[in-house]
């Protein structure tokens, strides 16, 4: 069987580096550039659906990974060259994202 990690320990691994985002505009394709040293993205969406992509390709209202409105922040491990952008998925979208490690 698995361990189970809580949320409370997952976050106690992740330290912030610079400022926390809040309510981002994500009306069209941007990309989020890693604070200096951030070696993992905190990343929630908040009102709708938000899709992004690790690869530097543009995500689109269809395509890319999927991060549900309502659902707890994921975090996002991030390597050397790595190019995350992100957009909604509905209309009104914004998120929130901290860089950290």
Not at 11 to 23: D, T, V
């Amino acid at each position: 069987m698995g361990q189970h990690l809580s949320w409370a320990s997952v976050l106690g691994a992740f330290r912030p580096i610079g400022s926390h985002s809040s309510g981002a505009t994500v009306s069209t394709a941007i990309t989020l550039t890693p604070a200096t040293g951030a070696t993992k993205l905190l990343i929630q969406a908040n009102t709708q659906n938000i899709r992004f992509t690790l690869d530097g390709s543009v995500p689109t209202t269809t395509a890319g990974f999927v991060l549900k409105a309502g659902d707890a922040p994921i975090i996002v491990n991030i390597e050397k060259g790595m190019t995350i952008k992100v957009i909604e998925a509905t209309a009104t979208a914004d998120l929130e994202y901290q860089w950290g490690n």
